[in-house]
């Protein structure tokens, strides 16, 4: 089953009009979520870290809050250059130590 | 500057021939990582080591194999045991200190099996 679902998988946006990304989860036991920038050909960069529901984290345009099953980054007045893929994963303890799950992504376009 | 770095950026197999990709970091971290990427999937984990000579297997590690031998470096070998091995790797490693923490990438390398 899937523990990291990504929604909606793209993305189009005109430059100026803000957004939101989704990333639910249903592991339990999140010790952590995390979301990342995906550009094409490269790996991943680290955007953001959310512990607990309720919390809160910006970025110039980005903002990301997380509830206890789903996460959301909101993208303000998003300009072409946030155009990326963008990663949430989530790390839970297992019977076999700390594991972590990631999402598919959210293909992101920003038009001029 | 502290980072990872993984070497070739662009890798190409022959059918039958192992192949190693190199991942070495700087960031003094315990944890290193291989994930898979293929088009339309998440990252998927090959293997992982959380200290010096140790390592477990991931959700994928068949036709792979690792080493850590150094706290810097952590090479994936993909073998001819693999029948699938054209994706783009990533490797990535975190601290294991106190609390939980995120994991960093390396640039990646992309593999193409001729």
């Known amino acids: 089953e899937d523990q990291v679902t990504q929604s909606p998988e793209a993305l189009r946006l005109q430059e100026g009009e803000s957004s939101s990304l989704n990333c639910s989860y249903t592991v339990s036991g999140l010790r952590g979520l995390f979301w990342y920038r995906q550009d094409p050909g490269k790996g991943p960069e680290f955007l953001f870290t959310l512990y607990s529901a309720g919390e809160e984290k910006e970025k110039e345009r980005l903002k990301a809050t997380l509830t206890k099953k789903e996460s959301f980054l909101h993208i303000t007045a998003p300009k072409p250059e946030d155009s990326a893929t963008y990663l949430c994963a989530v790390q839970f303890i297992a019977n076999t130590g700390n594991q972590f799950y990631f999402g598919t992504g959210t293909s992101l376009t920003v038009i001029p | 500057d502290g980072g990872i770095t993984q070497s070739p950026k662009y890798l190409f197999r022959k059918e039958g021939q192992n192949v190693t990709l190199s991942c070495e970091q700087n960031?003094?971290?315990?944890?290193m990582y291989w994930y898979r990427q293929d088009p339309g999937q998440g990252l998927r984990l090959i293997y992982y080591s959380q200290i010096v000579n140790d390592f477990q297997k991931g959700d994928i590690a068949e036709g792979y194999s690792v080493s850590r031998e150094k706290k810097e470096s952590f090479p994936l070998t993909v073998t001819s045991a693999q029948k699938n091995p054209t994706a783009f790797y990533l490797c990535?490693?975190?601290?294991?200190?106190?609390?939980?923490?995120?994991?960093?990438f390396g640039p990646g390398t992309r593999l193409t099996v001729l």
């Open positions: 990535a490693s975190r601290t294991t200190g106190t609390g939980y923490h995120e994991q960093f």
């Open positions: 960031l003094n971290h315990d944890a």
